[in-house]
């Protein structure tokens, strides 16, 4: 079974273009969680989707900032117009379901560098 | 909001010697799930213990423990002989399932070196 799976690992991108962040969750997943880590940070919360949903979007930037989880494919978090400061870690996370005894599979992240 | 705090930036071990890294965290909530993730220079977040908060026995896996103080709100990890393999970046992380929410927060994390 494989694992989370994120791609790319790495992106390079100039400020004012988009970034496309692509999570494949583990098989029989259908809760998908993107977190944002900064150089010397922790983790941050940034949305909560289940197919086709998104649940909770909390800690997303109100602008410039969209995720979705379709029925079909893997889970895309988008930044358009990219900036110096969404440079960080991105990671998604897969879980089964209900969060009743169990717990969530983090991707190997993506690093994001905006030029 | 829940926060989590982990006051060591920094923490170092010699090799097959134990240490114990701090997380303290603040909630309102009477039940949650405590963690400690380990994160490699490959960035890989890998899952290290957990702890279920209306467990009062504290979970063990292998060399690595825990010491959960509930009414401190203290979740502490212990790892016993330590490994060079053991050297990351670790993380508390603490969930509950707010609005049905499974979402992690996560402390800013405590670097571990492992001195041969």
């Known amino acids: 079974n494989a694992g989370v799976m994120q791609n790319p690992r790495h992106l390079v991108r100039r400020r004012g273009q988009e970034a496309r962040l692509r999570c494949s969750p583990m098989?029989?997943?259908?809760?998908v969680y993107w977190y944002r880590q900064l150089p010397e940070e922790g983790l941050k919360f940034m949305v909560y989707?289940?197919?086709?949903?998104?649940?909770?979007e909390s800690g997303m930037p109100k602008e410039r900032f969209s995720a979705e989880f379709p029925k079909e494919g893997p889970s895309i978090l988008r930044i358009q117009q990219v900036v110096r400061g969404d440079s960080a870690a991105y990671f998604c996370?897969?879980?089964?379901?209900?969060?009743?005894?169990?717990?969530?599979?983090f991707g190997q992240g993506t690093r994001l560098t905006v030029v | 909001a829940q926060t989590v705090t982990q006051s060591q930036p920094e923490m170092s071990v010699q090799e097959a010697e134990t240490v114990t890294l701090s997380c303290t965290y603040d909630?309102?909530?009477?039940?949650?799930?405590l963690f400690w993730y380990k994160q490699p220079p490959s960035r890989q977040m890998i899952l290290v213990i957990r702890?279920?908060?209306?467990?009062?026995q504290n979970a063990t896996e292998n060399r690595f423990s825990v010491n959960f103080q509930k009414a401190a709100k203290s979740f502490s990890l212990k790892i016993s002989d330590s490994q060079l393999g053991d050297a990351a970046m670790y993380f508390c992380?603490?969930?509950?399932?707010?609005?049905?929410?499974?979402?992690?927060?996560f402390g800013k994390g405590t670097k571990l070196t492992v001195n041969p």
């Open positions: 098989k029989g997943h259908s809760h």
């Open positions: 909630t309102s909530e009477s039940d949650y799930y």
């Open positions: 992380a603490y969930r509950t399932p707010q609005g049905g929410s499974e979402k992690l927060v």
């Open positions: 702890q279920e908060a209306y467990k009062q």
């Open positions: 989707l289940q197919k086709e949903n998104i649940i909770d």
């Open positions: 996370a897969s879980s089964p379901g209900s969060w009743v005894n169990t717990e969530a599979f």
